[in-house]
């Protein structure tokens, strides 16, 4: 038995449970009540799970699951960063590599290895997985925003074109359901 | 381009947002919040790509995964059963069934008969992944319960007899878990 392996994995497990504190900006669907990263993370995967089909390219639906599971993780000690927030850039900032280096690092080596190399695709947006895996990322909150009157969009008066910059990269991962994205776009913002 | 397959994809996941309201009777680490059902099956595919090496026997991350993510979803209909319940039966009842069959009927038939099977495997919990799935399900809320000072076997009154029997299906899935878990029950209980 590996008992060593064990305790550092348990204690990861333990760790990680911080991530049902981080607030995202976004709201549930038809709701008042702010998500968290958690179940936003569950919320990533099972749309994996449903709409992997969709995938312009072959896909490791593994190595996705992966991907929107752990791709928050590091909001624990950086905080959630919000999609329009002006004040901050998006890509992955150093102060979110030292929280993967920590909280990975927590794992026995060969998985915190593991983990930030898959953080790390995902961050980078260049394979199909880590193309689909933000694909999802940028769908789930517009589902959101649609069926709350606009949510965040309308909250922080963001325009239909700083939106469309954001979220077009779901074009990368599915051209069927950018499609989808753009109809719901122009109804969501009157340009129908 | 797939639109009616896209559209009822899309009803399912915005149906499945109501896990998030769905509460269990287990709280958090350390914490007295109560975790909600998506929360708890994030941790739990968190913690089979964590301890996947520990499985008795080989199994297959990916189908397991697919178990954690949707073994609850039925209690958006059925309500969150709680494990030391004694006024109710623990074998997948007839309203879990319907709620699966309505839930999961949302999806494109392919899915729904994907998502039913994946289910009913994980229930009856006689293949490698479904044992796997279930060392899961029991081991988290002792994780928490440990962190909580006995959570809810205290809050209930649970003897140690009661929870050796409920949980001891650990051991099917992994004997190295088991062992862990064997020794912090019996710390919890008092009886080193
Ligand atoms: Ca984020």
Redo the contacts with the bound molecule.
């Keep these: 038995m590996k008992v060593n392996e064990l305790l550092k994995q348990f204690k990861f497990i333990k760790e990680i449970d911080k991530l049902k504190y981080i607030q995202?900006k976004t709201k549930l669907f038809n709701s008042d009540r702010h998500e968290n990263?958690a179940e936003?993370s569950w919320h990533l995967a099972m749309m994996v799970l449903v709409l992997a089909e969709h995938s312009n390219e072959p896909i490791d639906v593994l190595k996705v699951l992966k991907m929107v599971l752990i791709?928050?993780i590091v909001?624990i000690d950086a905080g959630?960063?919000f999609?329009y927030d002006t004040t901050k850039n998006h890509v992955n900032t150093d102060e979110e590599f030292i929280a993967a280096q920590r909280i990975f690092g927590i794992l026995p080596p060969n998985q915190t290895q593991e983990f930030i190399d898959i953080w790390l695709e995902f961050e980078e947006g260049k394979s199909n997985e880590a193309k689909f895996a933000k694909t999802m990322?940028r769908l789930q909150p517009i589902l959101q925003n649609r069926s709350n009157q606009g949510g965040t969009w309308t909250e922080f008066n963001v325009s239909y074109e700083t939106v469309f910059e954001k979220v077009k990269g779901i074009q990368k991962g599915s051209e069927s359901i950018w499609q989808y994205t753009t109809s719901e776009l122009n109804e969501a913002f009157g340009r129908n």
């Design positions: 995202r990263d936003h791709h928050d909001e959630d960063t999609l990322d």
